[in-house]
């Protein structure tokens, strides 16, 4: 069974250019995640979706963040304009939405803002 | 709110010596609990889960015991071996409004010699 799928995995942009970050989640699993991981620092959720629908985005920075996830299958989360402080890893994860709080984890994308 | 925090690392051990790795909580209700553990280049995988008061969680040879008491939930290893090198999280999920949510620690930095 293939795991969750990122791209890229690593993206170095300058301030105030646009990035764009894609998953692909394990087939079956309704539910998705999106979660920013400082150096140093465990995850912290930006975004949840079951199916196609965003169910939880209370810490998403929605003046310059934005997702979608259409057909509620693949995700896309997009900075714009992106800012030094964004540097980061941004994981995706997904889950069968049980409420067992296990979530399946792709390897992240690595954002270098210079 | 939620909140999850663990002991400071790094932590150097060598091979075949005792692990103990602590993780207190701060929860409303009865959150389940969990250990992820993520390896070099890698994403995060579930180490381990307790989903209720006294349950054990067990996997690799990695135990740690849910104590709603003391509200812990540390990880012991009684060998560690050159391949446990990783960063490990305590994480939890509970209900109401976090419910599909993991609040994660900052995670250790565990480093085994041989």
């Known amino acids: 069974e293939a795991g969750v799928v990122q791209s890229p995995r690593y993206k170095i942009i300058e301030k105030k250019q646009p990035v764009a970050f894609w998953c692909n989640p394990i087939?079956?699993?309704?539910?998705l995640y999106w979660y920013l991981q400082n150096l140093g620092q465990g995850p912290e959720l930006l975004i949840r979706?079951?199916?196609?629908?965003?169910?939880?985005d209370s810490q998403l920075p929605k003046d310059r963040f934005s997702a979608e996830r259409l057909k509620g299958v693949d995700s896309t989360l997009k900075i714009q304009p992106a800012e030094l402080g964004d540097s980061a890893v941004y994981l995706c994860?997904?889950?069968?939405?049980?409420?067992?709080?296990?979530?399946?984890f792709g390897p992240g994308t690595r954002l270098t803002v210079t | 709110g939620n909140s999850v925090t663990q002991m400071e690392g790094p932590v150097t051990l060598s091979e075949e010596a005792f692990l103990t790795i602590n993780c207190t909580y701060t929860?409303?209700?009865?959150?389940?609990l969990f250990w992820y553990v993520q390896y070099p280049g890698e994403g995060l995988q579930l180490l381990l889960k307790?989903?209720?008061?006294?349950d054990k969680g067990s996997n690799k040879g990695f135990e740690a015991t849910y104590r709603k008491e003391t509200t812990s939930f540390h990880l012991e290893k009684g060998s560690v071996q050159v391949s446990d090198s990783a960063v490990y999280f305590c994480?939890?999920?509970?209900?109401?409004?976090?419910?599909?949510?993991?609040?994660f620690g900052q995670g250790t930095i565990l480093t085994v010699h041989p």
């Open positions: 994860a997904s889950s069968t939405g049980q409420g067992s709080g296990e979530q399946y």
């Open positions: 087939s079956g699993h309704n539910t």
């Open positions: 979706y079951e199916n196609e629908e965003a169910v939880d």
């Open positions: 929860a409303t209700g009865y959150p389940s």
């Open positions: 307790a989903t209720k008061a006294d």
């Open positions: 994480a939890l999920s509970a209900g109401g409004t976090s419910y599909g949510k993991l609040t």
